[in-house]
């Protein structure tokens, strides 16, 4: 490839499969390494390849968290893809617990409901839901909790934690369907008919991990470098949730 003139590229493999340059013209590469994420406190405008530079500090203006309606209000972002393995961190504060209250949609879902913690996930063939698993009556309006979901893809088990302690787990289930509902909702459900089951209260933090995190390690700084996802929620105004992860994945607040 680096031959830089002629009609042949050059197959290095010594197995002689060179190719034939057909039309196109040779260029010199310029590779320019830097933050190539525009909602970024330092985009470099000239860089071509993004790096692990992204600052997000600018958007830090305070301790702030997000306050959901329970009529119309919540986030969603189209960027986020998930694997088989995923974890989740959220901070919640339940305005009430009457109902189905909606925090997470994608693959994944966590619901309180009637002051029930549940979470389960989408099958492979769409037909329904595997592994819901539940903490009966563990949710009160008003109290701020700590849910972590976990998805494990070699023991095929579902655990659910609050406030660092195991509530609820399943295992031998089967695998998840990683491409319904594409964008990640919080605060609601929706899909391309309905938008239902708002939820009612604040919201201070979401992680994502597209891995399995051991909870002991979950707020390891190192660990929390790594995600996915990292919502702050301290800007404080506007619309847009920064993900502080680096990987672009901005939510929006509808």
Not at 94 to 117: C, F, M, T, W, Y
Not at 154 to 159: G, T, V, Y
Not at 210 to 231: G, K, L, Y
Not at 233 to 245: C, M, P, V
Request: contains cysteine; proline residues 1%.
């Amino acid at each position: 490839i680096n031959s830089g003139s002629g009609t042949t590229f050059y197959d290095h493999s010594d197995n002689q499969n060179h190719g034939t340059v057909n039309g196109a013209t040779w260029q010199e590469n310029v590779y320019i390494y830097g933050c190539v994420d525009q909602y970024a406190c330092n985009t470099n405008e000239d860089a071509n390849i993004g790096d692990d530079s992204c600052d997000y500090s600018c958007h830090e203006n305070g301790d702030f968290g997000l306050y959901l309606n329970g009529s119309d209000n919540f986030i969603t972002t189209n960027e986020f893809t998930t694997t088989q393995d995923f974890t989740i961190l959220m901070s919640v504060s339940p305005e009430n617990v009457s109902g189905i209250k909606r925090l997470l949609l994608k693959q994944h879902a966590i619901e309180i409901d009637d002051s029930n913690l549940d979470a389960w996930y989408w099958s492979t063939n769409n037909v329904g839901y595997y592994g819901q698993v539940s903490e009966l009556n563990s949710v009160n309006a008003g109290e701020w909790i700590d849910i972590v979901y976990k998805y494990n893809t070699i023991e095929h088990s579902l655990s659910l934690y609050k406030n660092g302690n195991l509530v609820a787990q399943d295992t031998g289930l089967g695998d998840i369907n990683e491409y319904i509902y594409s964008p990640l909702i919080v605060g609601c459900y929706k899909d391309n008919q309905n938008t239902a089951d708002f939820y009612t209260g604040s919201i201070d933090k979401v992680i994502a991990w597209n891995d399995n995190i051991d909870i002991i390690e979950i707020d390891n700084p190192e660990i929390i470098d790594n995600a996915t996802v990292h919502w702050e929620f301290s800007k404080g105004e506007g619309n847009t949730i920064y993900d502080h992860s680096g990987n672009g994945n901005h939510g929006t607040i509808i």
